[in-house]
C-alpha cells in the first residue's frame, strides 16, 4: 500500500517567554497507508495538534520534511512550504466551527466557490456531499436551527465536497455528548470507506481512538512513544507511560535480588514470577488489575492480604497490600474477599519495565504538565 503522509525527521521548537525551550515535537518518522485511519494519542501537550498543524501547514517546521500524496509540501532545508489551501487536505477541526452566518447549502459549497467551481458543478457537488452526510432537505437552515450532530455533518460534508486523499480530524467529536459521539464516528467510517481517504484524527480520547483507528501513534512531551494496531498497543506496550495511557494498568515497583523480584519495602518474600534474564537491579512490574487471580493464602503465589473491597457494577475492586504498595485486582463479583483477609497474588504473564525515569518526571514539571 502506497504511503500517503510521510514525516521525515520533523521536529518544531517554540521558544517561550516562561517555559524556556519547548521541544513540542521531536524528531516524528512517520508513515501513513493510503486509505488508513491514523490516530494521535497522548496527555495534552504531548505534540499532537503542533503535528497536524505541520501536516496541514498552519505551522513551519524546525527541522525536517512532510510529503503528501507523493509530493514534498514543507521542507525545513529547502525553505518549501506549501500553503494550506494547496494541499489538497479535507479538515475538521474543533475550532473550525460551522459559519452561523450561512445556510447549510453556503457552508458546504465554501471550499467550492474558493476554488472558482462553476455554479453547475457546485449544486451537484454540494447535493452529494449532503446526500453522503444524510443533511439532504436542509439546505436552506442554519446552524443554530440544528443539533449538534447535524452542525458536526456540515463540518464534515464541507470537508468531504472537494474529494480530498486525506482527511485531517482534530477533536471533531468532543463538543457531542457520549452517543452522538458513536453514532459519528460510524458515520466517518462509512464516509471513509465511501470515499477511501486516509485519516489522521486526533484526539484525547482513547477508546474512541481505538475504535476507529487502524493504527495509532502514541506520544509524550513532544516523543513518539509507540506506534501499532490497538491491539498490539493494548497488548504490547513497549513502555510503562503507554501500558499506563491504554486501558487500566495497576503497577509494584521491585527490587531483584538473587533472580527473584522483591517488592519494594518487603525485602522477606518475593513475588512469584520468573524474572526476565535482562532485568535491572529496580524494575516495575505491569499488569492489567482483570489478569491479576486471588486465592486463599494456599502456598502458592504471593501471600498477602486485602487492604479495601469496592464493590463495582460490573465487577469487584481489590486493593491488595504488596509490601508497602497498593496492587490494584478486578474480580467478577463471585471471588469475594472481605477486608483485612489473607489471600495470595496470582499474576498472569505480566510486562516488566525499568524503573520509573526521573528525567522524564523533571521535563514534565518543567513543561508544567503535572
Ligand atoms: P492538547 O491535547 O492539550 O491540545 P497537544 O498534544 O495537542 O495538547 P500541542 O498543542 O501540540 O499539544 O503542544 C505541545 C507543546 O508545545 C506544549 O508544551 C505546548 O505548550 C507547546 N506549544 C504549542 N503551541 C505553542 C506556541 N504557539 N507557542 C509556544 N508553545 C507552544
Known amino acids: 500500500m502506497a504511503d500517503q503522509i510521510i514525516l521525515r525527521h520533523v521536529t518544531k521548537k517554540f521558544t517561550t517567554k516562561t517555559l524556556g525551550d519547548i521541544v513540542a515535537v521531536d524528531d516524528f518518522n512517520l508513515n501513513v497507508h493510503e486509505g488508513e485511519c491514523f490516530s494521535f494519542l497522548g496527555p495534552s501537550g504531548c505534540g499532537k495538534s503542533t503535528t497536524l498543524r505541520m501536516i496541514a501547514g498552519f505551522e513551519d517546521l524546525t527541522e525536517g520534511e ?83 450532530g447535524q452542525q458536526q455533518r456540515i463540518a464534515l460534508a464541507r470537508a468531504i465536497v472537494t474529494n480530498p486523499k486525506v482527511m485531517l480530524l482534530d477533536e471533531p467529536l468532543s463538543n457531542l ?25 486526533v484526539t484525547h480520547d482513547q477508546s474512541e481512538a481505538m475504535a476507529i483507528s487502524d493504527r495509532m501513534m502514541v506520544c509524550d512531551m513532544g516523543r513518539i512513544m509507540q506506534i501499532d494496531t490497538p491491539e498490539n498497543l493494548y497488548n504490547k506496550p513497549c513502555n510503562r507511560f503507554v501500558h499506563n495511557f491504554l486501558g487500566e494498568s495497576t503497577f509494584i515497583n521491585v527490587e531483584i535480588r538473587d533472580g527473584k523480584a522483591y517488592p519494594k519495602g518487603h525485602p522477606e518474600q518475593a513475588l512469584d514470577l520468573p524474572v526476565p534474564p535482562d532485568a535491572a537491579r529496580e524494575m516495575v512490574v505491569a499488569t492489567r488489575p482483570n489478569e491479576i487471580a486471588l486465592k486463599g493464602p494456599d502456598g502458592t503465589g504471593f501471600t498477602t492480604h486485602i487492604e479495601k473491597r469496592i464493590f463495582l457494577t460490573d465487577r469487584t475492586e481489590y486493593l491488595v497490600s504488596v509490601g508497602n504498595q497498593l496492587l490494584k485486582v478486578q474480580t467478577p463479583h463471585r471471588v469475594a474477599f472481605s477486608e483485612g483477609e489473607a489471600c495470595s497474588v496470582h499474576f498472569v504473564e505480566p510486562m516488566w519495565y525499568p524503573a520509573d525515569d526521573e528525567q522524564a518526571e523533571k521535563e514534565r514539571h518543567r513543561r508544567q504538565l503535572v
Open 177 to 201: 455528548d457520549p452517543k452522538l459521539r458513536e453514532t459519528m464516528r460510524f458515520e466517518i467510517k462509512a464516509l471513509q470507506r465511501k470515499f477511501n481517504f486516509t485519516i489522521i484524527f
Open 66 to 148: 512532510i510529503e503528501l500524496c507523493g509530493r514534498l509540501v514543507s521542507s525545513s532545508k529547502k525553505n518549501l512550504y506549501v500553503p494550506p489551501e494547496e494541499r489538497g487536505l479535507g479538515m475538521v477541526f474543533q475550532a473550525f466551527a460551522v459559519w452561523p452566518h450561512m445556510n447549510v447549502f453556503e457552508n458546504v459549497a465554501f471550499p467550492l466557490r474558493i476554488q472558482k467551481v462553476n455554479k453547475v458543478d457546485i449544486n451537484r457537488r454540494v447535493a452529494e456531499a449532503l446526500h453522503h452526510t444524510s443533511l439532504t432537505g436542509l439546505e436552506n437552515t442554519f446552524p443554530s436551527d440544528l443539533s449538534g
